[in-house]
């Protein structure tokens, strides 16, 4: 009986301690998935700041195709991704995101909405030329830094 009761007790500590690393590894998840969507967004933001600042010649079907994903991406529901608990004071090392996200919520659906703008606005005006692309590209860094300024650390 006594081995019984013992081998009860170490399989609720056992299982009780496996809870916390199950959480810890649901909320990594989504902080990866967030990192993976925000490296397509770079993927794709990327050719189109190196158009417009004369590091790469302009090519209207790179272009056009960059920001129509850029498009598609702001189509996603990425919510599920920013679960409370996946800041970097709570989960330091793992990602840049700060706190105040959550804190100051819904502040940052504002930088989220600045930010389709200027895709959308980007999306209509990237394939007409260099001149077209370089009048939007501006808005389109300005709502990345916009967001970054607020809820991005610097360093992991």
């Given at each position: 009986m006594l081995k019984l009761v013992s081998a009860a007790i170490?399989?609720?500590?056992?299982?009780?301690?496996?809870?916390?690393?199950?959480?810890?590894?649901?909320?990594?998840?989504?902080?990866?998935?967030?990192?993976?969507?925000?490296?397509?967004?770079?993927n794709n933001a990327g050719p189109l700041f190196a158009m417009a600042k004369g590091d790469v010649d302009y090519d209207k079907d790179v272009a056009t195709t960059a920001a129509n994903n850029l498009k598609t991406l702001t189509m996603l529901d990425m919510g599920s991704a920013w679960?409370?608990?996946?800041?970097?004071?709570e989960m330091p090392g793992k990602t840049r995101a700060l706190k105040v996200i959550w804190e100051t919520y819904p502040a940052i659906t504002e930088k989220v909405k600045g930010f389709?703008?200027?895709?959308?606005?980007?999306?209509?005006?990237?394939?007409?030329?260099l001149d077209a692309l370089r009048a939007n590209i501006g808005a389109l860094g300005a709502s990345c830094k916009a967001c970054h300024d607020d809820f991005r650390a610097d360093a992991f």
């Open positions: 170490a399989a609720t500590f056992l299982l009780g301690a496996a809870v916390p690393a199950q959480a810890d590894s649901a909320l990594e998840s989504k902080i990866k998935a967030r990192q993976g969507y925000y490296q397509i967004v770079f679960a409370p608990g996946t800041s970097k004071e389709e703008n200027a895709v959308n606005a980007m999306a209509a005006n990237a394939g007409n030329g």
